[in-house]
């Protein structure tokens, strides 16, 4: 059984079969839902509301005071456990959204969408939770611990790595919870932690396990690969999506995402967005509502066998440079791009220009990794780049543009 197979990727909205026969937005595994079945959350920034998130707040779990003497008939791992969700349960909300679909009259309907889970990251309302909880959703609620509901707004959405921001006002009388941010990098294999989510819709259920392996590499889509994912068999189920994954300090260490299950339900195979990913990227979808990043200004084409035979190429995986833009970082940097054009379909593709094997230091043999490679790079940054020109192996070093521009329909001519 195969970790990508689509019969194994299960998507979870809820428990409604109505819900998922209409894909609507829930705990998703690996599949992200169709963009086309209903209009995009509409993104609404008040400049106000757009400094930059300070992470030194979440640095170090807030002060909550606990009754140690109700704690004394308990283990000590059980005090554990009493006391983190005691003290971070009320910063965990339930997401939920409704979608539109289109009748027999061709009128947009609003329906009842799927559910998942999100921390509070900032006393203003900001809420982090997975991207795939919140795609296609025309509006989204945000459910406090105390019963009370919330219309929120989509700040920004960052696809590659399944990560998105939302905004919600508190009233002024009501002072959030929010979660602290940990860090992932120092995370071993046999840790012990801890998952608060919404399965189900059971709201704020805490769940326990250990980190049971680092450096997971998930593919999401054709062209993206989440990197260094986090493994774990505490029990995730449908609605944990966007919940946080947690160390014994009470610090968030990953993002609940998806699990591996050929039934649907938590086999013990779960995965986590790193939470130093989290960090990287919040920052920038608050001030930008996106995350801008780099790319090679050239038109790329992943080498296929038939490209590969037809060309007598020396390798057998990596990227074709068809074009280069004028004048432009790879073109400076001494790229060759191709100058025979052969037809394939509808897309007219230039042999003879080099193949890029390696960019970064992490090997290049299709488009996903050429992605993965550069997701944490931004415009303006230099990067190594192996090629193959015939039979030598050449390196040379690049400025990269920014991908947006580059993969626009006038990125290169």
């Not at 039934?263 to 801008?292: H, M």
Request: charge should be neutral; include cysteine.
């Amino acid at each position: 059984m195969k970790l990508y197979s689509r019969g194994q990727v299960i998507l979870f909205c809820g428990l409604s079969s109505l819900i998922v026969a209409m894909g609507a937005v829930g705990f998703g595994l690996l599949r992200i839902p169709d963009k086309k079945e209903s209009p995009p959350l509409t993104s609404e920034r008040d400049s106000r509301e757009t400094a930059p998130l300070d992470l030194r707040q979440s640095s170090s779990p807030q002060s909550f005071q606990i009754n140690t003497a109700d704690l004394l008939p308990y283990t000590e791992d059980e005090r554990e456990n009493i006391s983190i969700y005691e003290r971070l349960n009320g910063a965990v909300v339930n997401i939920t959204t409704e979608t539109v679909a289109i009748n027999w009259f061709l009128e947009p309907v609003p329906q009842e969408g799927g559910s998942g889970s999100g921390s509070i990251i900032d006393t203003r309302g900001y809420v982090l939770t997975n991207n795939h909880v919140v795609e296609n959703a025309y509006k989204v609620f945000i459910n406090l611990a105390d019963g009370s509901q919330f219309e929120g707004t989509l700040v920004g959405t960052d696809p590659e790595n399944d990560i998105a921001v939302l905004k919600f006002t508190p009233p002024r009388s009501t002072e959030l919870r929010t979660v602290p941010f940990g860090d992932s990098g120092n995370l071993k294999v046999g840790q012990k932690v801890l998952a608060i989510g919404n399965p189900f819709a059971l709201e704020r259920t805490l769940t326990v396990g250990i980190v049971s392996g680092l450096g997971r590499p998930i593919k999401t889509s054709k062209q993206h690969i989440i990197r260094d994912m986090i493994q774990t068999d505490a029990s995730i189920n449908p609605g944990n999506s966007g919940g946080p994954l947690l160390d014994t300090q009470g610090r968030m260490i990953g993002i609940n995402t998806m699990i591996y299950s050929p039934s649907g339900g938590s086999v013990g195979i779960g995965f986590a967005v790193p939470v130093n990913t989290a960090k990287r990227v919040v920052a920038e979808l608050i001030e930008y509502g996106k995350v801008k990043r780099g790319w090679i200004d050239a038109t790329l084409v992943q080498l296929f066998p038939a490209l590969v035979r037809y060309a007598k190429l020396p390798v057998s995986g990596g990227l074709l440079v068809s074009r280069t833009k004028r004048n432009g970082f790879a073109d400076r940097a001494g790229i060759r791009q191709g100058s025979e054009p052969v037809r394939y379909g509808s897309s007219v593709i230039y042999l003879g220009g080099d193949i890029i094997t390696s960019v970064d230091g992490m090997k290049t043999e299709t488009l996903a990794d050429l992605y993965s490679a550069l997701e944490d790079n931004k415009p303006g940054e230099k990067v190594a780049v192996e090629i193959r020109r015939g039979g030598e192996t050449i390196k040379v070093e690049l400025t990269l543009a920014d991908r947006e521009e580059v993969l626009s329909p006038e990125g290169i001519r």
